[in-house]
């Protein structure tokens, strides 16, 4: 069965830009158009409204996103139950998770994992951990490393992998910004922002409680991006710390002792329940 028209819609259908898909499943921008194209012809309707600025899905677009979801979980769940009675496990998983952690603690995984399933080929995605949990939702991706959201869905399984505090992070005085260690007024400091995510959310609930009106300087999509930002003097910003132990910038930045607690960042494997009965997603899981 080629489900590949099918995986290329989806992935469109969820990022809504040609160029972002085309990057990350590795098609040319061209080649992209004239599948969709085609898809639409056969299918006689129009999936996507687009134009040179906009891509939005048409009401039939949108049925058949979740007719492409259910076809692709259903036709994953067919393929996973003939591998069961195959002896050795083969196939593919795509995972998604930050530079970061594909540093920190993937190659711990995947080394013991390719060892004994040689023929599971791996696809990694790497980029901002906030839309990690989204990607699994949606089935863009079987399994991400993300941070555990204060609710977790109850159709999701998460396997922790490690704690890592929420800190937050300064210039050092040399740079151009001079931050005191201990800041007296929040509301003057200007502050480097994920634009989504854990520690977005812990950090608004601390300003509320505080009745802080926070300085934003920037919003930014990844923890390495906030260490960068804040590395060349231009505000304040909170990362994990497993990020900034594992950054090339950790000498050119500081630890505020901050007047808080923002709480541990829950970092661990996410999978939909439903993909833990997948024969290769339950090998990964239990690497």
Not at 18 to 25: D, I, V
Not at 146 to 156: G, S, T, V
Not at 178 to 184: A, L, T
Request: with cysteine; glycine share 6%; net charge neutral.
């Amino acid at each position: 069965m080629d489900t590949r028209s099918l995986r290329l819609f989806l992935n469109l259908s969820e990022t809504l830009h040609f160029g972002r898909t085309s990057e990350e499943l590795h098609i040319s921008t061209s080649a992209l158009s004239r599948s969709i194209k085609q898809l639409e012809v056969t299918l006689g309707v129009t999936l996507f409204e687009r134009d040179n600025r906009h891509v939005a899905l048409t009401p039939e677009g949108r049925l058949l996103q979740e007719y492409a979801r259910e076809t692709l979980h259903h036709w994953g769940e067919f393929r996973d139950s003939l591998l069961e009675s195959s002896r050795e496990l083969q196939g593919s998983i795509s995972i998604y998770c930050s530079v970061t952690a594909s540093h920190s603690f993937l190659y711990d995984i995947l080394s013991d994992f390719r060892q004994k399933h040689p023929k599971i080929a791996l696809k990694l995605h790497t980029g901002d951990p906030a839309q990690g949990i989204s990607r699994i939702i949606s089935g863009q991706e079987d399994i991400t490393i993300a941070a555990r959201p204060d609710k977790l869905p109850d159709n999701l399984a998460f396997r922790r992998i490690t704690m890592s505090p929420l800190v937050f992070i300064a210039p050092l005085p040399e740079y151009l910004l001079s931050i005191p260690e201990q800041v007296k007024d929040w509301g003057e400091v200007p502050m480097i922002l994920s634009e989504e995510g854990i520690a977005r959310e812990r950090l608004e609930q601390w300003f509320k409680k505080n009745k802080v009106k926070p300085k934003i300087y920037a919003q930014v999509a990844g923890h390495e991006a906030i260490v960068s930002m804040v590395s060349l003097g231009f505000g304040v910003g909170v990362v994990p710390k497993i990020v900034l132990d594992n950054s090339p910038l950790l000498d050119k930045v500081q630890v505020l002792s901050a007047p808080h607690e923002l709480g541990n960042y829950d970092v661990g494997l996410c999978t939909l329940k439903k993909r833990l009965r997948s024969p290769i997603i339950e090998a990964f899981w239990g690497a």
